[in-house]
């Protein structure tokens, strides 16, 4: 099992749509959780952290932490074209590590369409 | 400078041939990481500096790669003897604490083996 895990996609969703993506984690010891955007040909951006179960709201972002679950997600509301980017789940310091290394998941592809 | 640079944007090597990649990250960061991004994947960690000293490379897939960073500064990945399987972005991250979220990422570098 990988330690981070998401739905690859594509997901594909009209503009003004809600879009949840999804992530599942494997060390239950994971205290700390990011979404990162990239878009194609750049590098990552961190757009949300989330340290407590429960909801993280940041402007259109929503993440939402289940650790009895070991579930994290990010809903985007009112999805824009310009939100077309493929989104990374990311856990620091997974296996026990304190300097804060990242284990990411494969990304999942988002595209907005108007 | 106000970013992490790194440096050449593109590579093309043959197989077989010895490449260098360059970061320069933001002056004063502490932590420096290394991670490489297959195409359609999330990054995968390679190594960790912090200051001069390499603390982690566990995640080097091979003893072909080498990084260095002996001032505590500008560090240096060296692959030898590239492969097809090493075509990948190399992503160069730097930090002035050892958490996760105080990340800056660079440009990266696209490498091509023909």
């Known amino acids: 099992q990988k330690e981070v895990e998401q739905n690859s996609g594509p997901l594909s969703v009209p503009e003004g749509a809600i879009a949840s993506l999804n992530c599942t984690y494997s060390?239950?010891?994971?205290?700390?959780f990011f979404w990162y955007r990239q878009y194609s040909g750049k590098s990552p951006e961190l757009i949300m952290f989330?340290?407590?179960?429960g909801d993280k709201e940041d402007g259109r972002f929503t993440a939402q932490l289940n650790k009895a679950s070991q579930y994290v997600s990010l809903l985007i509301r009112d999805s824009q074209p310009s939100d077309s980017a493929t989104y990374l789940c990311?856990?620091?310091?997974?296996?026990?590590?304190?300097?804060?290394?990242?284990?990411f998941g494969q990304g999942t592809i988002l595209t907005v369409h108007p | 400078g106000a970013g992490v640079s790194q440096s050449p944007r593109y590579k093309v090597a043959k197989r077989g041939q010895d490449v260098a990649l360059r970061c320069d990250p933001i002056?004063?960061?502490?932590?420096l990481f290394w991670y490489q991004q297959a195409l359609g994947q999330g990054p995968e960690f390679l190594t960790y500096?912090?200051?001069?000293?390499?603390?982690?490379k566990s995640g080097l897939p091979s003893d072909r790669f080498f990084a260095e960073r002996p001032e505590g500064s500008v560090s240096t990945l060296k692959i030898q003897r590239t492969q097809q399987e090493d075509s990948a972005v190399y992503l160069c991250?730097?930090?002035?604490?050892?958490?996760?979220?105080?990340?800056?990422f660079g440009s990266g570098t696209r490498l091509t083996v023909v």
């Open positions: 991250a730097s930090s002035s604490i050892g958490r996760a979220y105080g990340y800056t």
């Open positions: 060390d239950r010891g994971s205290q700390s």
């Open positions: 990311a856990v620091p310091n997974a296996g026990g590590t304190s300097y804060g290394k990242l284990t």
């Open positions: 002056s004063g960061h502490v932590s």
């Open positions: 500096f912090q200051n001069e000293a390499q603390l982690d």
């Open positions: 989330i340290y407590s179960n």
